[in-house]
């Protein structure tokens, strides 16, 4: 069973890095709050162009781990597509390091057209990409925790690779998987994540998705019980009793690891309005 736990979101477009910060360092003086991520996009996601400021997730995030001590930290989710997966492992590594063992490792198959074409980066098709996505979680797990690995995947191969210094989690940092896709994604999840995250949708089709995951669970031999289901849910300061409403309606459908997404301007005063006037009305699943 898993404990009830609420965290937070800044996307980081169309913000500073000054007013992002100022959202965490309030959080992390605020115990309610236990986890809190950044997302990992090239550009804005919020026109077809990508115009406008974006940070990179990866470096940010660090910054983020040196200027807090308590918060866990990660990007929901990671994109595969965008870094090879040994590198992508050994940046983890690298954050949970500096963070003194506190990533959370998410990872997702990529989606974003604009990014990928006007990097000219791949965007295979979404059965391919959700297998290279399988390979690179194999690929992450056998470095954190071997001295050496050798891979022979179809989309990805190592040859005596190494990473050092290791993740100060043992095995490893918890692996996050984002989406629902049925028949590729939601396997993927029963196979290798500690947590998985709902990022949009009703609350009627996240309770079909849970039944899917579990059937695939028993496919694999996993017990459905060590996977956290997390859902990430938009909060509109301006109608905050419709945000918890729907907050726990997911949590009375098995979400234990809430995650409140808040949109720019970042200001101060925003994650102690949710600490005050919404997280205190939320409770643990209902009979």
């Avoid at 937070?8 to 007013?19: D, I, R």
């Avoid at 992508?88 to 990533?103: L, Y």
């Avoid at 290798?192 to 709902?198: T, V």
């Avoid at 949109?263 to 101060?268: A, F, K, L, R, V």
Wanted: net charge negative; proline share 5%; charged share 25%.
């Amino acid at each position: 069973m898993h404990d009830l736990r609420f965290g937070f979101k800044t996307a980081q477009q169309h913000s500073t890095w000054e007013e992002i910060l100022t959202v965490w360092q309030e959080a992390e003086d605020i115990p309610a709050f236990t986890h809190g991520w950044l997302f990992d996009h090239l550009n804005p996601i919020d026109n077809p162009d990508g115009i406008g400021d974006c940070f990179e997730g990866w470096t940010m995030l660090s910054a983020l781990a040196a200027h807090t001590k308590r918060l866990r930290l990660g990007l929901l989710t990671g994109c595969n597509t965008y870094r090879d997966p040994a590198l992508h492992a050994q940046m983890a590594a690298t954050v949970d390091v500096i963070s003194g063992g506190r990533v959370d490792f998410g990872d997702g198959a990529g989606w974003n057209e604009f990014e990928h074409r006007s990097r000219n980066v791949e965007l295979p098709t979404p059965g391919k990409r959700l297998r290279m996505l399988e390979e690179a979680i194999e690929i992450s797990k056998a470095l954190w925790t071997q001295e050496t690995v050798d891979y022979d995947g179809k989309y990805y191969q190592l040859h005596g690779a190494r990473l050092s210094p290791k993740p100060v989690q043992k095995p490893g940092p918890p692996i996050l998987i984002g989406g629902s896709g049925e028949q590729l994604t939601l396997k993927i999840v029963a196979k290798h994540a500690n947590i998985w995250n709902y990022a949009g949708g009703d609350l009627e089709t996240f309770v079909h998705k849970v039944e899917v995951l579990k059937q695939h669970c028993e496919d694999v031999g996993r017990d459905f019980a060590e996977i956290e289901l997390s859902a990430q849910r938009r909060i509109d300061f301006e109608n905050l009793d419709a945000g918890v409403a729907e907050a726990q309606a997911f949590i009375d459908a098995g979400v234990t690891h809430m995650v409140f997404y808040l949109t720019p301007p970042y200001t101060s005063g925003m994650v102690t309005m949710l600490a005050e006037h919404a997280i205190p009305r939320l409770e643990p699943k209902r009979a």
